[in-house]
């Protein structure tokens, strides 16, 4: 069975600078790699995926990720936020049947 | 489209209600799921259609039914709930499993009294 650990429940960071979201994952099997993001009150949207190929992954709205096999990790960065990132982020694995989601990491962005 | 529509948007009901909710697709999309999620906790699969049939169902209590008319359409028949089922309901959809693209949608706020 594959899981998830996102290492921090919340992250703040101020507006233009980086940040990077952890995540490590554990499964016996070959994986894919997702990362959503949810605002308050809504569904979950894609910003970018593993799938296979290159390790590193550039998503939507700037973010981009980074496929590390041996360290287990698919950690989440962007170089500068902005406070309409401020959202709760979950890392996904899947063994391709089904989709796990991490805890979910809160990014607050503050001005 | 890239849209995966869910209807309604909030349903309230009581504990002897039956109500529906519903899930679209117009993608091509023969995956389809349920997920629930409570407040402050990520999304659990509940269920998993694949080309129209039930291909996971997560040890959901019964009072939880999905159907899967069409491989557009999804519902999700409830029915004696109970308050903890309180949640945010998700669809979502994929073209054949988790190694392609999903798309969820916006969710449905049950509140259960």
């Known amino acids: 069975a594959q899981s998830v650990t996102q290492l921090d429940s919340q992250v703040p960071v101020f507006e233009e600078a980086p940040v990077e979201l952890r995540c490590n994952y554990s499964?016996?099997?070959?994986?894919?790699l997702f990362w959503y993001v949810q605002y308050p009150n809504q569904g979950l949207q894609l910003l970018l995926k593993?799938?296979?190929?290159?390790?590193l992954v550039k998503g939507i709205n700037g973010f981009e990720a980074e496929f590390n096999k041996s360290q287990t990790s698919f950690h989440l960065r962007k170089p500068s936020v902005h406070i309409s990132d401020t959202a709760e982020y979950f890392c996904?694995?899947?063994?391709?049947?089904?989709?796990?989601f991490g805890a979910g990491t809160i990014l607050r962005v503050k001005s | 489209d890239t849209e995966v529509t869910q209807t309604p948007k909030h349903l309230v009901m009581g504990m002897t209600n039956k109500k529906s909710l519903k899930c679209e697709q117009h993608?091509?999309?023969?995956?389809m799921y349920w997920y629930k999620q409570k407040a402050k906790k990520p999304p659990e699969l509940m269920f998993v259609?694949?080309?129209?049939?039930?291909?996971i169902n997560e040890s959901v209590p019964s009072r939880f039914s999905p159907e899967c008319p069409n491989s557009s359409l999804l519902n999700l028949h409830l029915h004696a709930l109970q308050p903890e089922d309180s949640a945010l309901y998700l669809c979502?959809?994929?073209?054949?499993?988790?190694?392609?693209?999903?798309?969820f949608g916006q969710g449905t706020r049950l509140t259960v009294v």
């Open positions: 979502a959809s994929s073209q054949k499993g988790w190694d392609t693209e999903a798309f």
């Open positions: 499964s016996s099997v070959s994986v894919y």
């Open positions: 593993y799938l296979s190929g290159s390790t």
């Open positions: 996904a694995v899947s063994n391709g049947n089904k989709l796990v």
């Open positions: 993608m091509g999309h023969r995956a």
């Open positions: 259609y694949s080309y129209e049939k039930l291909s």
